[in-house]
């Protein structure tokens, strides 16, 4: 029997935030992030979040940046294993200390079967809402709980794949945290 792992949501700088005079190298330490986790970037307008090579953000070099978001409220999806880099790009900012960098490590379940040829394909495509996998070919792939009985359809291709654990979105994780301690306050009153 597998024990699905929940997804964790990190909220950058916690209470403060991503903001200057904030020792974000001190903040990821003791914190260990999995594929499957997300970051929350909360800050103030004439910030920015920009994800950067290791090389511009070792230098806090602006204008090479593999994504940007100046929302205020960003989240980062952790999809993939290895170290992710980000600053902000506002000039003297990411010099001031407005950089973080994050090891994200593989997510290990306990007894899974191996992953198929498909599977693996497919691990960095989920959808923001269901948490289906789309792999190449046409087909869909339905991660389910083993109780539920996984059905998965195409247009040219009917495949049905499953596996033993629980696929969460983040949306879902963070629905998840927000109710649980409403719903325990409601339980135990």
């Known amino acids: 029997m597998v ?20 020792d ?14 997300s970051l ?6 004439g910030h920015t979040v920009d994800e950067v090579s290791a090389g511009d953000y070792k230098t806090c070099t602006v204008g090479n940046s593999l994504s940007s978001d100046t929302s205020g409220a960003s989240t980062i999806a ?17 010099g001031s200390g407005m950089k973080l960098a994050v ?5 290990k379940k306990a007894s899974a079967p191996a992953p198929s040829a498909d599977d693996t394909q497919a691990a960095d495509a989920p959808t ?16 389910t709980p083993a109780a539920n009985k996984p059905t998965s359809t195409s247009s040219a291709t009917t495949s049905t794949q499953s596996s033993s654990g629980t696929a969460l979105s983040p949306i879902a994780v963070a629905l998840l945290v927000i109710s649980w301690p409403v719903f325990s306050m409601l339980v135990l009153t």
């Open 78 to 94: 952790l999809k993939t294993a290895g170290t992710r880099y980000f600053i902000c790009a506002v000039v003297g900012h990411c």
């Open 128 to 143: 923001a809402s269901s948490g289906t996998k789309k792999p190449s070919g046409g087909n869909t792939t339905v991660t």
């Open 24 to 37: 974000y190298s001190t903040w990821t330490s003791g914190k260990t992030f999995k594929v499957g986790d």
């Open 3 to 22: 024990v699905p792992s929940l997804a964790t949501v990190y909220t950058v700088g916690d209470t403060s935030g991503w903001v200057m005079g904030v």
């Open 40 to 45: 929350v970037f909360n800050y103030g307008s």
């Open 103 to 107: 090891t994200v490590s593989k997510t």
